[in-house]
T-cell receptor, first 114, second 116 residues
Framework: AQSVTQLDSQVPVFEEAPVELRCNYS??????LFWYVQYPNQGLQLLLK??????LVESINGFEAEFNKSQTSFHLRKPSVHISDTAEYFC????????????FGIGTKLQVIP | DTGVSQNPRHKITKRGQNVTFRCDPI?????LYWYRQTLGQGPEFLTY????????KSRLLSDRFSAERPKGSFSTLEIQRTEQGDSAMYLC??????????????FGEGSRLTVL
């Protein structure tokens, strides 16, 4: 079975500063990796995903994550955050190939301070 | 396409009562999932349907929980004899076969249950 560890439950950061949200996974087989975001009073939505190919994946709003197989990590980064990025971010993993259950981490609350 | 819809959004009930939540997935999605999220935790998988067939159930789903998807469209999650430990946000998600092969899920806004 696979699992996900998000080491930081809350990350406060000033507006326009860079941020990194950490995610480590555990799996004995190949995986797909995801970051989901939950804005206040909204449902979870996919931010970005790694399936295969380039290990660096990007979202449309400036976030990026890099799949590092040797370190079993998939950290999320943004060079300059905005107030609108305040949300809870969930790292998730599933085994690759066909339908597989998606397992989520406990989430990291990103609070952007004006 | 209005996305995944869940009702009711909030439910407050007394311990021992039965509650039912409904989920309407995105219309062309044949796969439907229920997750539960408690405070400080990420979503935990409960069960999964492909069309009307319930293909997987988590050990988290005790005998008091039952989920159905009778016509392969909307789904219901019923909790009988509710306990305070059932208080949580119940999330529904759906996906198409193409999306589910890559793990992308489309979530509703959730149904929050409070058991007094």
């Amino acid at each position: 079975a696979q699992s996900v560890t998000q080491l930081d439950s809350q990350v406060p950061v000033f507006e326009e500063a860079p941020v990194e949200l950490r995610c480590n996974y555990s799996s004995s087989v190949s995986v797909y990796l995801f970051w989901y975001v939950q804005y206040p009073n909204q449902g979870l939505q996919l931010l970005l995903k790694y399936l295969s190919g380039s290990t660096l994946v990007e979202s449309i709003n400036g976030f990026e994550a890099e799949f590092n197989k040797s370190q079993t990590s998939f950290h999320l980064r943004k060079p300059s955050v905005h107030i609108s990025d305040t949300a809870e971010y969930f790292c998730a993993v599933s085994m690759s190939g066909g339908y597989q259950k998606v397992t989520f981490g406990i989430g990291t609350k990103l609070q952007v301070i004006p | 396409d209005t996305g995944v819809s869940q009702n009711p959004r909030h439910k407050i009930t007394k311990r021992g009562q039965n509650v039912t939540f409904r989920c309407d997935p995105i219309s062309e999605h044949n796969r439907l999932y229920w997750y539960r999220q408690t405070l400080g935790q990420g979503p935990e998988f409960l069960t999964y349907f492909q069309n009307e067939a319930q293909l997987e159930k988590s050990r988290l789903l005790s005998d008091r929980f039952s989920a159905e998807r009778p016509k392969g469209s909307f789904s219901t999650l019923e909790i009988q004899r509710t306990e305070q430990g059932d208080s949580a946000m119940y999330l529904c998600a759906s996906s198409s076969p193409e999306d589910s092969s890559t793990g992308e899920l489309f979530f509703g806004e959730g149904s929050r249950l409070t058991v007094l």
